[in-house]
Structures are given as structure tokens and as C-alpha cells.
């Protein structure tokens, strides 16, 4: 009993180290504080974050992963960022832009055997034609577009994104930043009249240029105020120092940094690195409190961790089914409850950072809906104790995750609100109860899917099993009923207060009452005695393909209240998963004496008391 | 009498289980294919045709026949309330046990009721309003009215308002207060005006008075988007005691009063969106847009308004902000968007008398289905454990 103990302790502290350990990974390239670095607030979109998330996104949107690959090991988002922002010379040479479209490479007139990566630099010379056909491309309502155009109109925006971080704090190309604003001081009479400070038109050009490029706004307020309206981009500053005189010290501050980095002087570029952070630190300490935290999140991954985690329940309880059942589905299931508490983190910081509830967009929803399933599986695991629980949970755990992890590569999961939904009661109830009752649908589906799979494929489904698989499927179902249901109208009573209408016929409203009626209808088929045992589960499994339409199905329409817009790159995936569950339905309405495992009783010596389970 | 009549089999298949499941299953097809036929048709016309109808016809692209293909929202309403009643007055007995079923079928019903009545009572309409305008109607944004103005006295107008109703009909109108009777020649939902000067080998207009001779019309269908609006056209023909007056052109697409003088009385026609008048005035004060730093993501709209109301006595500022509507007089107020500039607010303003339904239904509902979830709940954890 002890021995098991201290066993059981040391996989959880192997789990957690597993989880913490991206913290301890170097974050020193070159001797430059590129840790601390990230963690320095700006304010993009609407938000105030840490200089590590725009690394992170804008290196996700432009190449698709979070670190880059070059010939001598890899550079962090935060390395490449530098990079771009201080040294940009060497960052246009990065094969960063990934082009797959053979059409799009043709159009540009590169030739395929360059590969699929190129560098800025590679499309310096093709940056009208590229401009020219998005133009083009764009005259096209996006449901129409082409592959091509589709990918000719990303490749832009990519390329339009890497423009604007490389001219957000200096234009990119400056030799020594420093000496130029020092100058840009010395050299100014103030005046409400650009033209009369003395300062040559190219050098307004190019403020204006900064002012108007700049992707991201990097000079906090001052005097120190903790309005977000007041940031401001560096061209933005300077322009303003024109008029008013009044050198903002974080232009200096940002200026040195970036001749530094260039002129590859670690020293001074640490130095005003960390008196920089100290002043931030007095004048927005909340701020720079909550970049910190968003740094750590980005760091630790956590949803990223739990993915790999959740694969590794799912293996430990499946095998359960053939091998030590006790001994593997009780790790399985101590493994689950930490993995949960690590998911759990995730999603709590989220709700920290943007001080909302846990599902505000699509990518949310995703983690929402794995959160939600995992618990209730827990629970059933607590209850029945034989594996199914703790496997079901953990492959929709991963499943829900790794959608969370695709929708993710548009960039900033947290962004800002929209007026209408911009109200946190709603949010808490409504969406959640929604989400909750997505979460229980699949839930039903998938433990559906378990029955079926095991007891088609394999000889491990016994009755037992099959009784108990039985209840926790009618039990999720109504438990789903619940949420869908008590959530559907919560969000009619959100659009009667919100704009006076308590039902519109909306996509989105029709695909959460499409999950309602089908609950019911389970419930009510299985009152009447239409279906039985089998008849339930092929119904909890259709329960997949309503909630999947619900919640992916109904957006890729492009119409209604709720569109998030069209996700054309889903759409086969959507398909495929509806294929596969219709494929599963009709496996499990086969004839029972085709199923490996023997529900049906035996034909020799039938036992009468037995013949229900048949059903 | 009443046993009997429940036992008889018409009214024991009403009440069946098996009905339930079919309507929902009904129900089921009847949402999806009215949401992908949002994508084509709108969503107007689709809730016209799916959901607020007995059946969902079909038609063959330019047949005039047609063949119904599924029931419609209304039917499949009528047919499940009707099941629920039959089953609840058949197999339910009041007791603890059921309690929380009968409870959420309650709720069920009046849901299913007050969406019936929504269907029927409620009206949405739209106010305009411009900063510094005063306002005492709203507008329909989908249908349009004639109006007769009589402006001949100095201190009122005397309005003869003919809705879209009446007008697609067509034939002879005739209004006590008015000394001519209205033909309507033709009247279309939608329609596309050009200058004759553009359009030379089009036919003469029938219109021998005001703008309509200068302008040549085409009947449109109905558009289909939400975000467009329908421009309205009718040619008409008033007839005095003297015979024919004239046939003018009349549209919604042209605000302009056509005026002309009858027995020392000056009438101006004009088609516009039929307006509901209130016994009340709103003011706009001031509108204002709010956006997040950096951004032109909408962070909050709101409009300041004055409510005034001679009859009660009523004098007051009021913020409307998304989320937070004026709720007066049965009238619900909210800020549904804005234009011109941020000049211009643009208020939705909904009656609607069955408002109250879905709150008791989802209460009811709510609470049924907690109660009957929580004894089986209870009792699994209860078996389990022992």
C-alpha cells in the first residue's frame, strides 16, 4: 500500500515537471535578455500584451509554428521578433513564408524547385504582382474564392503583416536609430507646423511613414495612466514630440534598444532592457504584472501539454480493457485528474487575462467544450471505475484540443469583444450552459462510439460493460438535454433584451435548438421503447454529427448573427468526421451475430432472463 | 364520457410517444433545411415560408403549381401541443414522481404558445433618427404606404396613409376625406427606376403627372438580402367627379412630395415605409461609437435621448446602449445601429405583447428538467454507493 503511494506521487510529480519544464529552457540567444525582453507590455488590437504574444502570433499567421528552424538549431518567436523589429537585414533573409500552392509559385514566376520556403527577400522583387492579384482575388466574395486566390490573398496579408512588425519601431533599414532621434532632439524648434521645426521633408516622410505602418504601439502613456486609449506608436510619439516638444523617454529607451541589438552590444541593450522594465514596473504595475503572467501562459503551453497527456490516458485506459485492468485505469485515472488541473490552469488564466468568462470565440469554445467533457468523465470514472470514462474523456480531450490548436493559427485567441456581446452575465450563462451541453453531447457520442467500436471489433465488450456503457449514456444525454435546452433559451432571452427579437430563425440558434430536439428525441424514443440498447447508442453517435454541425457546420454558411467567417480549410474535416460517424452508426446496426463480441445469447443454450440485452 | 373519449384509438395515437418523436424528428428536418435555405433565400422569406407556415411547398423553376413537401413550423407546433395535451390528459397522473416531467412540459407549452403569439402580434419596426430630430413614429422597414397629405391649412396636415396591404390588391380606393378616388394601376414590391434619358427605347410611362413621366420603372422580385431594402413602385390614377385627374408614379425610392391643387385644396402624394405612430416624442441628443484602442472594433454604441409624453406627464434624458434598451409604454427601444457619419442613430423599436412567455416557459422548463434529473441523479448515486 505504501510502495503504491509512493509510486503514485512520483507520477505526478512527473506529470507536473513534465508540464512546468518549457520554464527552465534557455532564454538567453547571444547574451541578450530575450526572456524579459517578451515580457515588455504593448498594446495591439485593443489589448494590452506582452511583446512575447505578438512574437508568438504574428510568427504563427506568417510561417505557421512558434519557433523557426535555420541551419544551426532554432530560433524562439522572441529571437525572430528582435530580429525583424532591430535587425531587420538579417530577418529578411529568413525562409519564413511558406508557399505550398504550386499555382501561386508560377503566378510569381518562382520556380518550384526552390523549394516551398522563402525569405522576404525572395519576394522583394515580386511585391506589386503579389499586391496586383490580391486585389484581384479580393474582388471575389471569399465563398467563391479559388485555391488559388484564397492562397494569393493569405500570402498578402502575410506579407503585409511582416511589413508593418519590421517599420513598427524604426523604419526598417535605419543604421543607427539612437543617433537619429538624438539628432531629431538637437536639431527641432517645436511647432504646431511640421514644416517649421526645421526638419527636412524626408525625415517627416518618413515619421509619417512609421506613424502609418507601425503595427503595433509600443509607447505607453504619459504621464503613466492606465488608459489604453493613450498608447501610442513610435511614429505616433515623435510626430507629437514635433509639435509639443516633449520627448517621450520610452522613445529613447526603445531607440537605444534597437541600435544596441544591431550593433550586437548585449551590455547596453540588457541594461536599458531592465531600467526600462523597472520604470514600467512603477508607473503600470498592474500591466506589467499581467504581460508577465501572459508570458509565463505562453511559455508553460499548457493546452499543449495536456494534448500530449491526454494521448497518453487514452493508451493507459484502453489498454486497461486488456491488461491489469485495476492497476492501469487507476493511473489512467490519477494521470487524468492532473491533466485536468493543467487544462483547468489554462483556462483559468485565460479568464484572468481577459477578465471574461472561459468561452468568448470559436477557439475558446473548443477548449471550453474538452474542460467540460473531461469533468464529466472524471465523474463517471469515479462512479463505474472500469476505464471507459477516463478514455472517453482524454480522446475528446485531445480531439477538442487539437482543434483549439488549429484555430488558433489566426493569431491572438484573446481578442476584444464586440459591442453586442460584450456583456460577461451573458457570456457566463448563456454561451456556457451552450458550451456545456456541446460538451455532454459529444460526451454521449463518443462513450456511444466506445460501445460500438468495442463491441464490433473486439471480444472485450461483456454485458456488464454494456449495461453500464448503457446508463452512462442516458445519463449524459440527459444531462445534455439539460444544458442545451436551459442554454438555447437563455440565449433567446439574451437577443429579446439585446434586440427585441426572442427567436430569429438564426443559423447558429437553429443549430443549438437542432441539438435540443435531437436530446429529445433520444429521451422520448427511448421512453416509448422504440429503441433499446443498441437503438440508443446509434442515436447518441448521430448526436456527433447535430453538435458537430452546430458548432462548426452552421459558420462555414457565411450568414446569420453568429458567423465567424467562412473556414473554408475546416470544411473537408467536417465532412470527413460526419463520414466517419455515419460509417460507425451503421456498423452498429448490424446484425449482432457479425459483432466480435457476444451480446447476443448464445444460440445453443439460451437463457431467457438474458434475452433483453439483445435489444 | 370523458374515459371514453380518451380511450378511443385517434385520441390514443395523439397522445402517443411515437408522434412526439416523429413531430421532433419533423421538427428536426424542418431547422436545417430552413437554415441552408437561409443561404439562398434569406432570412425573411425563409421564416416566412418554414417556420410561420402549415406546409413548405415545392415548385419546379417557372411552374405555377405547387406541392407541399413538409410541414411547416406551424403545423408541426399545433400537432406536438396537441400530443403533449393528449399525452399529459391520458397517462400523466399528479404525483411527486412526476412533478418535474409535468413541469417542464408545462414550460414547453407555453413556449411553443407565446411563439405562436410572437408569430402573430409582435412588430418590429425602425426609427431613424438624426441628432437634434424629433421623432414621434417609427417605420416599417419592409413595407410601404401611400399617403394623401391635405396640406392646405396653415396650422395641420390632414394624412390619408393606404398600407402596402391594400395597395398590392390593387383596384379602386375610396376615402371619405378625399374628393377622388385612387386606381392603382400597378403596384411593385420592388423595383428598379431609371432616367428616361438613359433608358430611350423604353416604352412611354404611363404616367402623365409629375416625375413619372421622366423616369422608366422595372418590376424586380423581392430581394432576398437582409442588409437591402425593397424599392416600391405603383402607378395610379386619381379619379374627381370630373373624370381623370392624372396617373402618377409613386415610389419609396423617391421622397419627394408630388403636389396639386383640387376644388382650393392642395394634395401631395408620397410613397414611404409605412410609419406606426406613438403618443409619445423622441428626441436624439447626441449619439456617440466607441471603439477599442487601435482598433475599429466596436466597443459600445449608446444614443441619449428625450422621451416626451404631454399625456403622462413625462420629460426625461434617456441612454440607450447595446444591451440596455428604453422599455416605455410596451414599446421596447434598442440601439440596433447607426449612419451618417455617427449623426445618425438608428433605433429598433418592437411591440410585442407575448414578451413575458418565454421567460415563465424557460423557468418552468428549467426547473422540471432539474427536478426530474436530479431524482434519477440521486437515486443512480444511491444505488452505486450502496
Known amino acids: 500500500m505504501k510502495r503504491s503511494r509512493i509510486v503514485v506521487s512520483l507520477v505526478v510529480l512527473a506529470t507536473l515537471l513534465y508540464a512546468v519544464a518549457p520554464l527552465f529552457q534557455r532564454d538567453r540567444r547571444g547574451g541578450f535578455e530575450m526572456g524579459k525582453f517578451g515580457r515588455v507590455p504593448i498594446l495591439l488590437n485593443g489589448r494590452i500584451k506582452p511583446l512575447d504574444t505578438v512574437a508568438r502570433n504574428s510568427l504563427l499567421i506568417i510561417h505557421g509554428k512558434q519557433t523557426l528552424s535555420i541551419e544551426i538549431g532554432t530560433l524562439t518567436a522572441m529571437d525572430w521578433l528582435a530580429e525583424v523589429l532591430m535587425k531587420p537585414a538579417q530577418a529578411d533573409q529568413r525562409k519564413i513564408f511558406v508557399i505550398r500552392n504550386p499555382e501561386t509559385l508560377t503566378a510569381l514566376g518562382l520556380s518550384p524547385e526552390a523549394g516551398k520556403y522563402f525569405s522576404f527577400r525572395d519576394f522583394v522583387p515580386h511585391l506589386q504582382e503579389v499586391e496586383q492579384q490580391a486585389a484581384l482575388a479580393q474582388k471575389v466574395e471569399a465563398q467563391l474564392r479559388s485555391p488559388f486566390q484564397r492562397d494569393i490573398i493569405k500570402l498578402f496579408e502575410r506579407l503585409t503583416l511582416y511589413h508593418r512588425l519590421e517599420n513598427s519601431i524604426e523604419v526598417a533599414g535605419t543604421s543607427d536609430f539612437k543617433r537619429q532621434v538624438e539628432e531629431l532632439a538637437k536639431n527641432i524648434h517645436p511647432d504646431p507646423v511640421p514644416m517649421k521645426t526645421g526638419i527636412t521633408t524626408e525625415a517627416l516622410q518618413s515619421l509619417a511613414f512609421l506613424a502609418e505602418t507601425g503595427y503595433f504601439f509600443a509607447i505607453p502613456p504619459f504621464p503613466p495612466n492606465d488608459d489604453p486609449l493613450r498608447w501610442r506608436k513610435m511614429g505616433e510619439s515623435l510626430l507629437m514630440f514635433l509639435s509639443d516638444g516633449k520627448l517621450h523617454p520610452a522613445v529613447q529607451t526603445w531607440a537605444t534598444l534597437a541600435s544596441a541589438f544591431q550593433a550586437n552590444d548585449a551590455a547596453t541593450f540588457n541594461r536599458t532592457l531592465e531600467s526600462y522594465c523597472s520604470q514600467l514596473q512603477r508607473d503600470l504595475p498592474r500591466r506589467v504584472w499581467k504581460a508577465k503572467v501572459e508570458s509565463v501562459f505562453n511559455q508553460l503551453q499548457p493546452f499543449y501539454s495536456a494534448m500530449v497527456l491526454y494521448v497518453l490516458i487514452f493508451i493507459l485506459a484502453a489498454a486497461s480493457w486488456l491488461v491489469w485492468p485495476k492497476t492501469l485505469g487507476r493511473y489512467a485515472l490519477i494521470l487524468l485528474l492532473v491533466t485536468f488541473a493543467i487544462h483547468s490552469f489554462g483556462l483559468i488564466t485565460r479568464m484572468y487575462l481577459e477578465g471574461r468568462p472561459p468561452v468568448t470565440n470559436l477557439y475558446s469554445s473548443a477548449v471550453f467544450i474538452g474542460w467540460g467533457a473531461v469533468l464529466l468523465g472524471i465523474f463517471l470514472e469515479r462512479f463505474f471505475r472500469n476505464g471507459i470514462g477516463s478514455a472517453t474523456a482524454a480522446m475528446i480531450g485531445f480531439i477538442t484540443l487539437l482543434i483549439a490548436h488549429h484555430l488558433s493559427m489566426d493569431g491572438d485567441t484573446m481578442e476584444m469583444m464586440r459591442a453586442v456581446l460584450d456583456t460577461n452575465g451573458w457570456l457566463a450563462t448563456h454561451v456556457v450552459c451552450v458550451t456545456l451541453g456541446y460538451a455532454s453531447t459529444f460526451l454521449a457520442g463518443f462513450l456511444a462510439l466506445t460501445y460500438i467500436v468495442r463491441g464490433a471489433f473486439t471480444p472485450s465488450l461483456d454485458r456488464a460493460t454494456a449495461s453500464s456503457l448503457t446508463r452512462m449514456v442516458y445519463g449524459i444525454v440527459c444531462f445534455a438535454t439539460l444544458f442545451s435546452f436551459v442554454g438555447t433559451i437563455l440565449g433567446g432571452i439574451w437577443a429579446d433584451q439585446s434586440w427585441g427579437r426572442f427567436w430569429g430563425w438564426d443559423p447558429k440558434e437553429n443549430g443549438a435548438l437542432l441539438i435540443v430536439l435531437w436530446n429529445a428525441i433520444i429521451l422520448h424514443a427511448r421512453w416509448g421503447g422504440l429503441v433499446r440498447q443498441r437503438g440508443l447508442m446509434v442515436m447518441a453517435v448521430f448526436g456527433n454529427v447535430v453538435t458537430s454541425w452546430s458548432w462548426f457546420g452552421v459558420n462555414m454558411l457565411g450568414i446569420g448573427l453568429h458567423s465567424y467567417g467562412f473556414m473554408d480549410s475546416a470544411f473537408p474535416w467536417l465532412i470527413a468526421f460526419v463520414a466517419s460517424q455515419v460509417a460507425l452508426m451503421m456498423i452498429g446496426m448490424l446484425p449482432l451475430h457479425l459483432w466480435r463480441s457476444q451480446l447476443a445469447a448464445p444460440r445453443r443454450a439460451p437463457a431467457p432472463e438474458m434475452a433483453d440485452a439483445t435489444a | ?386
Open chain 2, 1 to 386: 364520457m370523458s374515459t371514453t373519449l380518451l380511450q378511443t384509438s385517434p385520441f390514443r395515437a395523439l397522445a402517443s410517444l411515437r408522434l412526439t418523436v416523429v413531430c421532433l424528428a419533423l421538427g428536426m428536418l424542418l431547422v436545417f433545411l430552413g437554415t441552408l435555405a437561409q443561404v439562398n433565400w434569406g432570412i425573411h422569406r425563409v421564416q416566412a415560408r418554414y417556420f410561420q407556415s402549415l406546409f413548405v411547398y415545392w415548385s419546379p423553376p417557372g411552374a405555377s403549381w405547387k406541392i407541399p413537401i413538409l410541414p411547416g413550423g406551424y403545423l408541426l407546433g399545433t400537432v406536438l401541443l396537441a400530443n403533449l395535451i393528449a399525452a399529459h390528459a391520458t397517462r400523466f397522473q399528479l404525483s411527486k414522481k412526476k412533478a418535474g416531467i409535468i413541469l417542464l412540459h408545462l414550460g414547453v407549452i407555453l413556449l411553443l404558445i407565446g411563439q405562436l403569439l410572437t408569430g402573430l402580434f409582435a412588430r418590429e419596426t425602425q426609427m431613424r433618427i438624426d441628432e437634434g430630430q424629433t421623432l414621434g413614429y417609427s417605420e416599417a422597414s419592409r413595407e410601404v404606404e401611400l399617403v394623401v397629405i391635405d396640406t392646405t391649412s396653415p396650422d395641420y396636415d390632414q394624412v390619408v396613409a393606404i398600407p402596402e396591404g391594400v395597395l398590392a390588391k390593387g383596384g379602386k380606393i375610396q376615402n371619405p376625406s378625399l374628393p377622388f378616388t385612387i386606381k392603382i394601376g400597378q403596384f411593385m414590391p420592388n423595383s428598379q427606376l431609371v432616367m428616361r434619358s438613359q433608358a430611350p427605347q423604353a416604352p412611354p410611362s404611363p404616367a402623365t403627372q409629375g416625375f413619372g413621366k421622366s423616369i422608366v420603372v422595372t418590376a424586380e422580385p423581392r430581394t432576398v438580402r437582409d442588409d437591402e431594402r425593397d424599392l416600391s413602385s405603383a402607378f395610379i390614377e386619381l379619379e374627381g367627379t370630373m373624370g381623370s385627374l392624372g396617373t402618377w408614379l409613386v415610389s419609396n425610392a423617391i421622397p419627394e412630395r408630388q403636389s396639386f391643387q383640387l376644388d382650393g385644396h392642395t394634395y401631395s402624394l408620397l410613397m414611404r415605409q409605412r410609419r406606426f405612430y406613438k403618443q409619445f416624442a423622441i428626441t436624439l441628443l447626441d449619439f456617440t461609437h466607441e471603439s477599442y484602442a487601435g482598433t475599429d472594433i466596436p466597443k459600445n454604441f449608446s444614443s441619449r435621448i428625450r422621451l416626451t409624453d404631454l399625456e403622462r406627464n413625462e420629460n426625461r434624458e434617456v441612454l440607450i446602449s447595446m444591451n440596455d434598451p428604453l422599455r416605455y409604454r410596451g414599446f421596447t427601444f434598442y440601439q440596433s445601429g447607426f449612419d451618417n457619419n455617427d449623426k445618425t442613430s438608428i433605433l429598433q423599436v418592437v411591440k410585442n405583447p407575448a414578451m413575458l412567455m418565454p421567460y415563465i416557459a424557460c423557468g418552468l422548463v428549467a426547473l422540471g428538467l432539474l427536478l426530474q434529473f436530479s431524482m434519477h441523479l440521486f437515486g443512480f448515486v444511491k444505488k452505486q454507493s450502496r
